[in-house]
């Protein structure tokens, strides 16, 4: 038995459900729009798919304000608190979309729930390189786990959505999840710490573990991105940065990758309504499908990351088959094959995550402590403008075209341009930890 097999892994029963949790309702409260809108919504409040587009994309120029603050209050070790409130602000402001009567309320409130949101995933993502090494691929599996959260929420939301819909309508949907997701917050609260050695439930052995292994494999890096920043003042770190080009590689990455993820979200339940014409609580069971193959993906490519190890790839090489993907569901995009639709669109949600359990490791691989956090910030800060742009522009073509084909091609087009970004990155990204190679951050 291997010396990490013998060592406790109490971080995987309490530490990493909650983060688990936290996602995961994070993730359904951002969805529920995209259930709510063909479920009686637009035709309720009176507006066009531009207006639903732009509320579906304003949570993600919310989420942009706290972005760059998130990751460095995680690397400050001061999350806790600060997610802790976030969360029963973004499950009080879920609970009030089930009061507007107008679209601008709801755009209003899609923007504040964003600003409750943002820092949560650099925040999680700053955090979690302090609980897990990447030795025998730990890290990107935890990764892997923390973002199956949002996989599976996006299974679940269109059933649970469209059965609350059915039984009640869609104002109960979002009280009743709000209301839950402010349970959660307690949970935080209660189990949640900011490093290994503050969690009272985790033994003296495992603490011992994670710091060691995890200063072992910081030395070996032999990073010098960011070292020349002295301090933890924020602005220094974001000028470094700025100068930085595998910060704009990342950064970019980012912006891509969730164009093409929120955008494709956004409007699949609409989509499959204009394809199948079936009722709401058909439309949430057959949005469950493409996400089911986004946990499928998710846990592939977690796998072939360990494999492939080379960072650039495991993170490009899914965009570019996402955004093939997407092209060939805008070529059948006007079909009167319900079935081949659906399936169709199974095989662009089995890339949708694809390239997370990688491009979320990389930071930590380039950048030292100092930097880290800020680091991840500034790509989620990219990453949530791509959540805010991609349902928006999408929503615009729809409007104009009437069909989902142009929004299709657009997603596929910024998609590609993010896989080009991947390879600014250092080409032998990630074999450092695993003893093969050293890498230097120009």
Not at 67 to 75: L, R, T
Not at 93 to 98: A, S, Y
Not at 233 to 261: D, E, H, M, T
Not at 415 to 437: C, D, H, R, T, Y
Request: proline share 4%; charged share 10%.
């Amino acid at each position: 038995m291997s010396e990490t097999k013998k060592i406790p892994k109490l971080r995987w029963l309490y530490f990493l459900p909650v983060l688990f949790l936290m996602c995961f309702f994070s993730f359904v409260s951002n969805s529920l729009l995209s259930i709510a809108l063909p479920g009686g919504m637009m035709k309720d409040l009176g507006f066009a798919a531009s207006i639903a587009g732009l509320a579906g994309g304003v949570a993600g120029i919310g989420g942009m304000i706290l972005q760059i603050s998130g990751g460095h209050i995680a690397q400050k070790g001061k999350l806790k608190k600060f997610l802790g409130f976030s969360t029963i602000c973004w499950s009080v402001i879920t609970i009030l979309q089930g009061f507007v009567t107008n679209g601008w309320q709801l755009i209003v409130l899609r923007f504040l729930l964003g600003v409750a949101e943002g820092a949560i995933v650099p925040g999680i993502m700053t955090l979690l390189p302090y609980w897990f090494p990447e030795k025998d691929g730990e890290r990107s599996r935890a990764i892997a786990v923390v973002f199956t959260a949002s996989g599976i929420a996006a299974t679940l939301t269109g059933p649970i959505g469209g059965f609350l819909i059915a039984m009640f309508n869609w104002q109960m949907m979002f009280m009743i999840l709000g209301v839950i997701s402010l349970i959660i917050g307690g949970i935080w609260f209660a189990v949640m710490y900011d490093r290994p050695e503050q969690a009272r439930w985790l033994s003296k052995e495992e603490k011992e573990y994670i710091t060691t292994t995890i200063q072992k494999e910081q030395s070996a890096l032999k990073k010098d991105g960011g070292n020349n920043v002295s301090g933890d003042k924020l602005l220094p770190i974001l000028g470094y940065l700025l100068r930085n080009k595998y910060s704009w590689a990342l950064s970019i990455v980012g912006f891509c990758a969730v164009f093409g993820q929120i955008g494709f979200f956004t409007w699949m339940p609409t989509a499959i309504q204009s394809v199948t014409h079936a009722g709401i609580g058909n439309i949430g069971l057959l949005s469950a499908l493409p996400s089911i193959a986004a946990i499928l993906g998710l846990a592939v490519w977690s796998k072939l990351t360990a494999k492939i190890k080379q960072r650039r790839l495991s993170t490009g090489i899914p965009l570019l088959l996402f955004a093939i993907s997407l092209v060939i569901l805008g070529l059948f995009s006007n079909s009167t094959n319900a079935a081949l639709y659906i399936v169709l669109m199974c095989v662009a949600g089995f890339f949708i995550q694809a390239f997370m359990p990688s491009f979320h490791t990389i930071p930590t691989l380039i950048f030292s402590k100092e930097v880290e956090g800020a680091a991840r910030g500034l790509t989620g800060f990219t990453s949530a403008f791509g959540g805010f742009a991609g349902p928006y522009l999408a929503g615009i073509f729809i409007s104009i075209s009437g069909s989902q084909v142009g929004a299709m091609y657009v997603m596929a087009l910024i998609l590609f341009v993010g896989m080009l970004a991947s390879f600014i990155l250092p080409k032998n990204l990630g074999l450092e930890a695993q003893g093969e190679n050293n890498h230097k951050s120009a």
